[in-house]
Structures are given as C-alpha cells and as structure tokens.
C-alpha cells in the first residue's frame, strides 16, 4: 500500500498538529495513532479526527450506528460545528481549535474520547498496592 503522505515531513508535521488537537481538546494520549491507511488519527470509541490539510482546521468524523435519531441528536450537541457530511447515521463535521469548554466536553463525549488521567489521580493510582481493590 502506498503512503498516504508525500514525504515523512509531511507525516510528522500532521502527528504534531494532532497532538495539539489532542490537548486543547484534553484528549488521552493513547489515542493518537495510525490507523490502516497509515494516517494520523485520534481515535475515539464513535469517531475520530484527522487534519483538515490546511494546518487550521480538523475533521470530526462520528459514527453512532444506532439510529437517525442519535445521529440528528449528535448535530444538535456539536450546533457550533461545520457538517460537512450528513449521512443517515453518521457524518463528518470541519472545526479549528478556537472552541468554548462546553463545545469541548461534547466533542469528548459524542466521539468517546477519554481524559488524561489527572495528576491526584496518578498520585492516588500509585500510591494503591498491587492487588488491592
């Protein structure tokens, strides 16, 4: 299969807007990673996003797989972004990083994306015993 970027500059250049992405979006760092067609990618349990290709904007791609339902009640939670696809069940919408808090949370939680742990909560996990519940 053929790389998906034009030079390895290119594909660092795009990890490290994705990393931006990820912590102004206050996203785990576990979920930056390449997916099949060897992109950048944050990955989330119902949707990822990738670069827009423009160095400002991004693409959230939500698959709910439920129902048209979920999917319209997705638009209405993420109201203050761009659609750029509208699917019966899924689809895409374009954004930059310039978002309020609320708009923040709702993109963590339509996508499924989980938090960095915080640091009382890395302290706590580490002062626990191995085994202990």
């Known amino acids: 299969m053929p790389l998906s970027y034009s030079s390895q500059v290119e ?3 795009d990890k ?7 912590l102004a979006l206050r996203i ?17 349990k ?12 991004y693409l959230l791609s939500i698959y709910t797989r439920r129902s048209i339902r979920a999917w319209s009640a997705v638009k209405t939670r993420l109201n203050k972004l761009e659609v750029i696809q509208n699917a019966e069940q899924e689809g895409c919408f374009r ?3 310039s978002l309020d808090a609320n708009t923040i949370r709702q993109i963590r939680m339509v996508a499924g994306f989980r938090q960095p742990l915080s640091e009382s909560r890395i302290k706590k996990l580490r002062g626990k015993k191995p085994g202990a519940v």
Do not use: M, P, Q, Y
């Not at 490290?16 to 990820?22: D, G, M």
């Not at 119902?46 to 904007?57: C, K, L, P, Y």
């Open 11 to 13: 594909k660092e250049f």
């Open 46 to 57: 119902r949707g990822s996003i990738t670069t827009w290709g423009d160095d400002v904007n």
């Open 28 to 44: 785990a760092a576990n979920t930056l990673k390449l997916d099949e067609c060897e992109l950048w990618r944050l990955h989330g």
């Open 95 to 97: 954004f930059t990083l």
């Open 16 to 22: 490290i807007k994705l990393n931006e992405a990820r």
